[in-house]
Structures are given as C-alpha cells and as structure tokens.
C-alpha cells in the first residue's frame, strides 16, 4: 500500500526573512514547510503541489491575506488557514475565523507554542475535510445532502422533511451512498465522515 503523502505546510509573507524564519521553526518541530514571498508564487505552486495547511500574513502589498484565502479555497477548500499580522484589529480577527474559515489569527512576533498548536490542529482538519471529499466525491449533490444530514444523527423523516422530498427519496439516497462508500451502516458512515480507518 501506497505512504500517504508528507502534509506540507506553507508560510506566506512578503517579508522574506519572517516567512522563512517561521518556516524553519516548523521545519524545526519536525513539520515540512516551504516559505513563500508572494500570494501568486504561492498560488502557481498549486499546480504541482498541495499544501495542507497555509499561514499567511493579512497585510501583503500585491494581494492581502483574504483576497488570497478567497483564491486559494476557491483551487483547494481542504487547505486550512491560519493568518498571522503585525496590526492586529478585533473585524480583523473575526472576518479571518468567520468569513475566511481561518483555524486562528496570529500576532506578530508570532508565539511559537500557539502556531505550533494552530499548525497542528490545521493539519488535522485539513485531513478529514481531505477524507470527507475522497469519499463524497462521486456523490450527486443530493447525496452530499443526505449523507450530511445523516451522519450529524437526523432521521430519514428529519431529513425528508429538510430537503422537501419524501422519506421513501431519501432510502433511496441512502442506498445509493452505501453502495459508493461500500459501507454496511450507519456507524461506518460517520466513521467516514470523521476521517476514521474502516
């Protein structure tokens, strides 16, 4: 069986001597991390290569840090976010969680314990939203839905009534989701949607 790949972290700023600085800390803590100095040097990248975790500074003079979340989940939404910044405001902090989806807002000089733990906990979400998507990836939108729905615990009525189809649609559904995962339950579907081993 096939290693999975090494997770890669990047470290976006345009001040090369920090975003290199970080880089070495996680390469340090035993992360694989590669710095980049520019938004669209990163975003190239992505052609050839996935990162699965991306700190990067809000304040860039070619493109600021959310610009470049909205282009980066745009190519990748299983990447997680952390953003760091030198002038940290409180709508600042909320739009990087709320509307950019990132796991933590950093200050500069950046606490190497608390990135560590961001960096962490990014490399472990972005795993399971990697997971969750290998394994939806064949299903219709409706499917998405229901398996959404089911594996958060509703019933088949609960969801039949949320999505205005009939209860009989949703089996229907179900079995279709069974049959791609290759599941035989309930339980193994959360199992798969939390990212878990068979």
């Known amino acids: 069986m096939n290693e999975a790949p090494v997770p890669i972290v990047a470290v976006l700023d345009d001040d090369d001597d920090l975003g290199r600085a970080v880089a070495r800390l996680l390469v340090h803590r035993g992360l694989a991390a ?11 990248a992505l052609t050839d290569q ?14 600021d840090g959310f610009a470049f979340a909205d282009a980066l989940r745009k190519r990748d ?10 002038w940290p405001t409180t709508s600042h902090a909320v739009d990087a969680v709320r509307q950019y989806g990132g796991l933590d807002y950093l200050e500069k000089p950046i606490d190497e314990a608390r990135l560590i733990a961001a960096v962490t906990e990014g490399l472990a979400w972005s795993a399971h ?4 998507a290998a394994v939806t990836a064949s299903f219709t939108r409706r499917e998405r839905e229901v398996f959404d729905l089911l594996v958060r615990g509703h019933s088949n009525k609960e969801i039949a009534d949320r999505l205005a189809i009939s209860a009989r649609t949703v ?12 599941t035989n339950g309930l339980a193994q579907l959360i199992a798969l949607s939390r990212g878990e081993d068979d």
């Open 171 to 182: 089996e229907d559904h179900r079995a279709a989701i069974v049959m791609k995962t290759r």
């Open 34 to 44: 590669r710095a980049f100095l520019s938004p669209v040097q990163l975003l190239e």
């Open 129 to 132: 939203e990697r997971r969750i």
């Open 50 to 63: 996935s990162f699965n975790c991306v700190v990067s500074d809000v304040q860039m003079d070619e493109m």
């Open 77 to 86: 939404p299983s990447v997680a976010l952390i953003f760091m910044t030198a």
